[in-house]
């Protein structure tokens, strides 16, 4: 079983909907997490981290974290075509070692 | 211009070459990294570098080799590619966080590697 799941999608929604994407994850001592984005042919890029339990917001990106469920989530408000990416999630421990998740690939359709 | 360039951008290969993937940076940071994407599978972890004199195997070492020539450059080499190697290649930069923090990675845009 892998540390960090996450599925695959895709998802395809009309411009203006929220998006809800989400992992889960089985390793108790992560205590950072991140969501990274990555267009098409292009590196991942951050979007967004947190540390520990609890919420986070920037602009139309919401990241939530609820440790005793071992559960991330990112919403994304007023979805946008440029929203069309692929989102990872990310987390690791004290020791700063990345697990990533397998990635969601996300369509706005406008 | 890109702050992490990875060269080439494409490579078709056959088995059983030597192949090098390079990856420089102007971002100033000491730690390097490789990681290989494959599909449904992620971000996985090849080598890693904090600074110029250490190297450290990631999760899935076999079959490849790293050398930092200095800070800004980093370069992965397959030393004998075989089909199961064809992936997207990424070099990604960080500096050391601080207490509390997340370390924030920096990725360049990839190398489409094809090993026939």
Known sequence: ?110 | DADVTQTPRNRITKTGKRIMLECSQTKGHDRMYWYRQDPGLGLRLIYYSFDVKDINKGEISDGYSVSRQAQAKFSLSLESAIPNQTALYFCATSDRPGAGDVEKLFFGSGTQLSVL
């Open chain 1, 1 to 110: 079983q892998k540390e960090v799941e996450q599925d695959p999608g895709p998802l395809s929604v009309p411009e203006g909907a929220i998006v809800s994407l989400n992992c889960t994850y089985s390793n108790s001592a992560f205590q950072y997490f991140m969501w990274y984005r990555q267009y098409s042919r292009k590196g991942p890029e951050l979007l967004m981290y947190t540390y520990s339990s609890g919420n986070k917001e920037d602009g139309r990106f919401t990241a939530q974290v609820d440790k005793s469920s071992k559960y991330i989530s990112l919403f994304i408000r007023d979805s946008q075509p440029s929203d069309s990416a692929t989102y990872l999630c990310a987390m690791s421990g004290n020791d700063y070692k990345l697990s990533f998740g397998a990635g969601t690939t996300v369509t706005v359709r406008a």
